[in-house]
């Protein structure tokens, strides 16, 4: 589909008639993809004259924003008590105040990551909204008698928040994923939301963020087409590193740290069924798919820490 280099526009159309193969070796346009710049079809990578966004307000520093939410504490990280619902009006809200912020949606996994790095979990405290991705932290946060509304992922706000950004025509951007995916990924959104303007997309080659070059070529991509909204797929805590690093250049900007949801969006990674997703089974699902990637993280140790967790909030839970 793409090449090693998804930051420049596709066409839809000719991916949807089979013209994808080209000799030039130019990416296709995905429509609206550079018209937030102005010049549509023109490659992103070259345009470095970002589009002006509302004047910026100071951001309220860390301990008001704290105050302003009850956050719930599950597995040493605070969660905050939202439904998907009151995540997208939050940052709508936020947007039209020329603000910007950082979603982040731990789950098993990175509760246990962060238990052992404190890199990780700074990454963590310091994001304006963190929600529950993953039923044994919602199920934790019953035990302890601090319950959440349920369980929000990366994969639902992609398409919530994306529905949003349409609507107020606010600008995406796509980051992460193999070659190809995250520019599929924007044509299904874009099916589904006709009034979505993409930015950009960019699938970074493995281990960019080792190669000064490479990671400066990504961030100043992303910083030059000037998205309201990122969504950056690139597995935790990396996706997290990368948009501490982009907030310093755009304020205005909201970030996702969404794993896999953009190869979920694309249709490369079949997403389990709702009923798995609800049972808390979905991990079951995506470990049945590619086991060979998942079985040593899943059975050997997210399972384990599950289970601990859960132990632990229990006997919190009647004895607190």
Same mark, same amino acid.
């Given at each position: 589909m793409l090449s090693g280099r998804d930051s420049e526009p596709f066409d839809q159309d000719a991916m949807l008639s089979g013209r994808g193969a080209r000799a030039t070796g130019q990416h296709p346009q995905i429509p609206g993809l550079s018209t937030v710049a102005g010049q549509t079809g023109a490659p992103i990578a070259r345009q470095r004259t970002a589009p002006a966004v509302p004047r910026q307000r100071p951001r309220p520093d860390k301990a008001t924003r704290r105050r302003l939410r009850k956050r719930v504490h599950v597995a040493g990280i605070g969660l905050d008590p939202m439904t998907e619902s009151d995540v997208v009006d939050h940052v709508i809200a936020a947007l039209k105040r020329g603000e910007g912020g950082?979603?982040?949606?731990?789950?098993?996994?990175?509760?246990?990551?962060?238990?052992?790095?404190?890199?990780?979990?700074?990454?963590?405290?310091?994001?304006?909204?963190?929600?529950?991705?993953?039923?044994?932290?919602?199920?934790?946060?019953?035990?302890?008698?601090?319950?959440?509304?349920? /369980?929000?992922? !990366?994969?639902?706000?992609?398409?919530?928040?994306?529905?949003?950004?349409?609507?107020?025509?606010?600008?995406?951007?796509?980051?992460? !994923?193999?070659?190809?995916?995250?520019?599929?990924?924007?044509?299904?959104?874009?099916?589904?939301?006709?009034?979505?303007?993409?930015?950009?997309?960019? @699938?970074?080659?493995?281990g960019f963020e080792d190669?000064?070059?490479?990671?400066? /070529?990504?961030?100043?991509?992303?910083?030059?087409? !000037?998205?309201?909204?990122?969504?950056?797929?690139?597995?935790?805590?990396?996706?997290?590193?990368?948009?501490? @690093?982009? /907030?310093?250049?755009?304020? !205005?900007?909201?970030?996702?740290?969404?794993?896999?949801?953009?190869?979920?969006?694309?249709g490369t990674v079949q997403r389990a069924p709702v009923w798995a997703q609800r049972s808390g089974l979905e991990?079951?699902?995506?470990?049945?798919?590619e086991p060979g990637r998942l079985a040593r993280r899943y059975l050997m140790d997210d399972l384990p820490y599950a289970l601990r967790l859960l132990t632990v909030s229990l006997v919190r839970g009647l004895f607190s």
């Open positions: 950082h979603i982040v949606t731990p789950n098993v996994d990175i509760s246990r990551i962060v238990a052992r790095d404190p890199e990780a979990r700074r990454l963590v405290e310091d994001a304006d909204l963190a929600v529950a991705d993953g039923m044994p932290l919602v199920w934790a946060a019953k035990l302890l008698g601090t319950p959440v509304p349920g /369980r929000i992922t !990366g994969a639902d706000l992609i398409w919530s928040l994306s529905e949003a950004a349409a609507f107020y025509r606010y600008p995406v951007y796509l980051l992460g !994923g193999p070659p190809g995916v995250a520019a599929q990924a924007a044509c299904n959104l874009i099916g589904r939301y006709p009034g979505l303007v993409v930015a950009g997309v960019d @699938a970074p080659t493995l190669v000064p070059e490479s990671y400066a /070529r990504v961030r100043d991509d992303v910083i030059a087409t !000037g998205p309201r909204l990122v969504f950056v797929g690139l597995g935790f805590p990396k996706q997290d590193r990368l948009i501490a @690093a982009l /907030r310093e250049d755009l304020p !205005g900007t909201w970030f996702v740290g969404c794993g896999s949801a953009i190869a979920f969006a694309a991990w079951l699902f995506r470990l049945l798919s």
